[in-house]
């Protein structure tokens, strides 16, 4: 990726704060020179290894099952908000007009191995706790004991558990901080009024604030 | 990726569609093995090649920039609204409580050759076009030519443009159309008490809407 110095994040706290807010994530893979990328609601575990594992799960039906026979080196995106940003929110263009279009974004790539855990212990964790995370904003939180036994038993023979041990991890957190302080501002009061979550962005990581 | 039927989507104006509301696409090639990914607003060329084109620019001191001596295989993804869908929303729970968790999302996934054209006028026209599509909501659109000569010669000179003849193009629209319709509309109900833009999409795409 490339990643200029501006935009460079590698603070793992806030890299970590970016995968839980965001955490439906695109699994890539390749096998044969081929690419395969499939969509995956992972569960970080902040307190494994050196920068953490990822830990979800897929059908047995999709094509990375097999793929998955033996460990792979896996590349996964995570993206959090994004916005156009127009020069004509930058203080200095009625001045000078040396001011061009851009795009805003967060995200953070991930580097590791993947391999399928064929653990029906491994993977009744991770459902729970995924389900757990998910259903907490609930009044009355779904769980999986809400289900009779034979129907979650029929589910989880359909799936398998994946984890992924994190081997590298960098986030490209892109919200202006190249501009002056004041164009800053300007584009972050343009995108409130939007009601675009990259207004707070640009203000939280604006280089004087972070 | 894995594509149940339910969820496939092969619609071209339905694709192209979800291409142009979420330009920022994630761009992956792959070089001796290794992912190189990027995010890039694309413009979509409907009209070009069978399945589209897709334009765009890069950074010259983007790694992509020297990986693009040759033309290569690209993969694209674009990423639509995303939500966490909770089994309390489905009607039958609490009948027969045979449901779990899911997640909602709509993509679309692109294959095609990628590269780069050293040519200043297509630049031109990639750079006008997109900003022309994305400043069509300001009151006074800022074009190329609101810019000093010389400072966007100097802007020119650090980018190059890149195009995408798309070969492959396919679409992930999973958004509850595998629940009965009722399901459907309570999922849909809960995510518009949350503005969620996913409650518009399983309206519009269940299988007797669309």
Known sequence: MY???????????????????NPLGSLIVVQDG????????????RSEGEFGVLKGHIAKANPLFSILNEPLSAYVIFQAEQAYI????????????????????????VKGTIQKLEDDRYLRGVLARLTRTHEST???PWKMGDAPHDFIEEQL?????????????????????????????????????????MAESIRKYYPNNS
């Open 3 to 21: 990643l200029p110095t501006h935009f460079y994040q590698d603070n793992l706290p806030e890299l970590f704060d970016l995968i839980e807010k």
């Open 34 to 45: 081929e690419i395969e990328a499939n969509h995956i609601p992972f569960e970080l575990d």
């Open 86 to 109: 127009s020069p004509n929110w930058y203080e200095g263009k009625l001045e000078h007009h040396r001011v061009v279009p851009t795009w805003n974004y967060r995200v953070v790539h």
């Open 138 to 140: 609930q009044a009355l």
């Open 157 to 197: 023979a359909k799936i398998v558990a994946v984890e992924i041990k994190i081997e590298s991890i960098v986030g490209k957190f892109k919200v202006s901080q190249n501009r002056s302080v004041d164009d800053a501002e300007n584009v972050a009061k343009a995108l409130q009024e939007q009601n675009s979550a």
